[in-house]
């Protein structure tokens, strides 16, 4: 049983865990088979960030140790590529600190995407920041096929996250890269201090807006950041919010990316048995990552589970 409507995620919620999970996993297998979506980022320009989010080390709001530098020459970029296609990831994104990328660095990042298709033969995206509808567009001439772009969190929340921007700005980019013809990934952080009725809401709205890929972050709590103090969720919290995206999304990949290693730790296999299927390896923006060799092992493991 996957959830469509109100009432149905309400039903749902009133389960047990153990219940929950085998559900999603059910909806999962019958969804997707065993297909398993691997992805791998660059922090391609880090630091100095003008937006306030509160659980990020490279706003310049904060005093923090987040390295501090510029958008990185083509050689690295392409490196940072290839290493991801031999490391197995599907898709290589591009991400860059910010509100948005403007002016030369945008130049710059469109004519990446182009040579990184044409040199190394991995599907590029993109974490850009807010852009307009016409740069979205000349990104997808350019190559990229999807834009990554979080809500972060539910729209009755976002105003205790961030403040510099507006939970409306961040839907409207999604839409525009939308309108310009592209894929989209969008997700959020868990443990931001929301509730489980904010992580449904935010499922909610992404469900309208029928994105292709949902990542699930979960809240590392970092020195210099006003979120450093935050309790971490237990980890029956997470595996039911899991189990809940995926049965609201029973056809789309449900990825884990940052903080999946510490808020999970040996409950990582438990996720995907929670109902996600995908994961982002080879470190993240300013945290190192598991060995992707043990994240293969892991992903071989649970496609025989699944596979019965």
């Known amino acids: ?13 009133k389960l047990p865990l153990a219940e929950l999970m085998a559900r999603a996993l059910a909806v999962k297998v019958a969804h997707r088979g065993d297909a398993f979506a691997l992805c791998s980022i660059i922090n391609a320009k880090s630091g100095k960030c ?34 991801a296609k031999r490391i197995g990831a599907e898709h290589f994104s591009i991400v860059t600190s910010g509100r948005g990328l403007v002016g030369r660095d945008l130049e710059r990042v469109i004519a990446l995407v182009a040579k990184i298709r044409e040199s190394v033969g991995i599907k590029v ?5 807010i852009l307009s509808r016409p740069d979205l ?8 096929c999807r834009y990554h772009h979080n809500l972060e969190t539910s729209r009755e929340f976002f105003d205790r996250v961030v403040s510099t921007h507006s939970f409306a700005e961040r839907v409207e ?6 309108a310009a013809g592209l894929e989209v990934c969008a997700g959020g952080i868990f443990g931001l201090g929301e509730s489980e009725d904010d992580r ?15 990542p699930i972050n979960i809240l590392i709590p970092l020195p210099g950041t006003p979120l450093a103090g935050v309790e971490p969720l237990p980890v029956a919290e997470i595996l039911r919010s899991i189990a809940l995206y995926r049965l609201i999304f029973p ?34 923006l300013t945290q190192r990552g598991r060995a992707p060799e043990a994240d293969h092992r892991l992903v071989a493991e649970i496609k025989r589970i699944w596979r019965g």
């Open 50 to 83: 003008s937006e306030d989010c509160r659980f990020c080390v490279q706003s310049g709001h904060y005093q923090t140790d987040a390295p501090v530098y510029p958008l990185q020459d083509e050689a690295a970029v392409l490196a940072a590529a290839a290493e």
């Open 173 to 178: 980019t999604i839409v525009a890269a939308q």
């Open 137 to 144: 567009e000349r990104l997808r001439a350019a190559g990229l």
């Open 125 to 129: 995206c993109a974490s850009l920041g």
């Open 251 to 284: 056809d789309l990949p449900i990825r884990l990316a940052a903080g999946r290693e510490t808020a999970l730790g040996d409950f990582l296999s438990s996720a995907l048995m929670a109902g996600a299927d995908g994961m982002m390896i080879g470190g993240y």
């Open 200 to 214: 449904i809401s935010m499922a909610r709205t992404l469900h309208d807006l029928k994105v292709d890929s949902v």
């Open 1 to 13: 049983m996957s959830a469509s409507s109100p009432a149905e995620i309400e039903a749902l919620r």
